[in-house]
């Protein structure tokens, strides 16, 4: 039977929010919160540290809090737009801080520790050949905001055909995207973290990270690319062939 709309028991229902959104749940609204402000201290630190050692000092180790705050845009970029234009689909997990646990926290710690003992070995980077050390950092710094800008535009641009997890259904809502940034290239998501990555090792002038994470990073998208695609195939037939025939990834050797 059901209880009058004006009953405490109905009240009660329409005054607690859905499971999910509580504390601890998937969508947790004060897990999402604390998230996002710990990530928006973490950029607000990161930019203050950084100017004030260019400002006051020559020490190569601004670039440490330049990595830390690409990391915390890169995170909540990924939740953004992912709460925006894939709302259904956006939960704690959207942030990608745990993703791939522990192996990419490993690979930041690394990171890190190698740009600090760079520092200390070679002071003035002249590891570098030619003394090219400030156009690799800029190379790098170019990598970095470009690969950010594309990830977050195919975002924005696959709206709910994009998730982060492979789906191996197909959902009402997923749609074959081929305009934008996907009219030239396979992947734009994919295309824009490889480059980031490899673009913040450049910046941090790690020679040895750089190598790794372009390892890394090369076998992680080709094999996801393999299984992905393979999934696709199956939703779209033809007209995916099609589409892969005629576009590429731009990552190299990937997705042939």
């Known amino acids: 039977m059901d209880s009058p709309p004006d009953s405490p028991i109905a009240q ?25 402000f ?32 690409a990391l915390s ?13 894939n709302t259904p689909v956006a939960n704690i997990g959207s942030f990608l801080l745990t993703a791939n646990w522990p192996a990419y926290a490993i690979a930041h710690m690394a990171a890190m ?17 030619l003394y090219s050390g400030h156009i690799i950092a800029l190379l790098g710094f170019i ?3 470009a690969g950010q800008f594309v990830r977050s535009a195919a975002m924005v641009q696959a709206g709910q055909s994009f998730n982060h997890t492979v ?30 990555g490899i673009g913040t090792q450049m910046v941090l002038g790690n020679p040895f990270c750089f190598v790794a994470y372009t390892i890394v990073l090369w076998r992680f998208f080709s094999a996801r690319v393999k ?24 990552i190299p050797f990937v997705g042939h």
Not at 73 to 85: G, I, S, V
Not at 182 to 191: K, L
Not at 235 to 246: H, P, W
Request: proline residues 6%; glycine residues 6%.
């Open 143 to 145: 990598m970095v905001f």
């Open 167 to 196: 789906q191996h259904r197909k959902k009402d809502s997923h749609n074959l995207v081929t305009t934008g940034l996907y009219s030239f290239m396979r992947h734009p998501a994919y295309f824009g973290f490889f480059y980031w």
């Open 38 to 69: 710990c990530l928006g201290i973490a950029l607000a630190l990161s930019v203050v540290s950084m100017s004030l050692t260019l400002v006051y000092t020559s020490s190569p180790l601004w670039r440490l809090p330049f990595f830390m705050g």
């Open 73 to 85: 845009t890169f995170h909540f970029l990924e939740f953004w737009t992912t709460a925006k234009y």
């Open 113 to 129: 520790l190698e740009c600090l003992f760079t520092k200390l070995v070679f002071p003035n980077r002249s590891w570098a050949p």
């Open 227 to 250: 299984h992905e695609e393979a999934l696709l195939i199956k939703f779209f037939g033809d007209e995916y062939i099609n589409y892969k025939k005629r576009v590429g990834t731009l």
């Open 12 to 36: 009660s229902a329409q005054a607690t929010p859905d499971k999910a959104y509580l504390p601890g749940q998937p969508k947790s609204l004060e897990g999402i919160a604390i998230r996002s």
